[in-house]
C-alpha cells in the first residue's frame, strides 16, 4: 500500500472522535474493523510476509465494551535459549495457565449461582 493511501486512511479513521461519558468512549463495530485493517496495512507497509504470506508481527484488537481485556501476554519462543532462559519461559506458560484457570473458576462460581 502506498504511503499516501495509508496517511488517508489514518485520518479518516481520527476523523470522527469518540468521547466518554464517564465509562467506556462509544466504539462502534466498524471501529474495530477499521482499526484491525489499518493496523494490518501499517504491518505490511513496513515488512514484507515469508513465503506462507505470514507477517512478523502479531496483533489482537479487544472491543473493550463487549470482551474482558486479553489475560495472556506472549511468551518467548524456547528455542535456541539458555537452561535459565528456558525456566523463565515455562514461568511465563505457567502464569499465563494460571490466569486462566483463574478465569474458568470465576465463571464456574458464577453459573452455580444462575
Known amino acids: 500500500m502506498e504511503n499516501k493511501a495509508l496517511h488517508d486512511k489514518l485520518d479518516e479513521f ?3 472522535r469518540r468521547l ?3 465509562g467506556y468512549a ?3 463495530s466498524q471501529d474495530v474493523v477499521d482499526l484491525n485493517h489499518l493496523i494490518s496495512d501499517v504491518i505490511k507497509a513496513k515488512c514484507q510476509s515469508d513465503p506462507d504470506g505470514d507477517y512478523p508481527i502479531d496483533f489482537k484488537i479487544i472491543d473493550r465494551t463487549k470482551f474482558e481485556p486479553m489475560h495472556f501476554f506472549p511468551v ?3 528455542h535456541d535459549k539458555t537452561k535459565e532462559k ?3 519461559i515455562l514461568e511465563d ?3 499465563n495457565l494460571s490466569i486462566a484457570m483463574s478465569r474458568v473458576d470465576t465463571a464456574i462460581k458464577v453459573s452455580k449461582f444462575e
Do not use: F, K
Request: a negative charge; hydrophobic letters at 15%; charged letters at 35%.
Open 14 to 16: 481520527l476523523e470522527h
Open 20 to 22: 466518554s461519558s464517564g
Open 26 to 28: 462509544e466504539i462502534t
Open 76 to 78: 518467548e519462543y524456547d
Open 86 to 88: 528456558r525456566q523463565e
Open 93 to 95: 506458560h505457567l502464569s
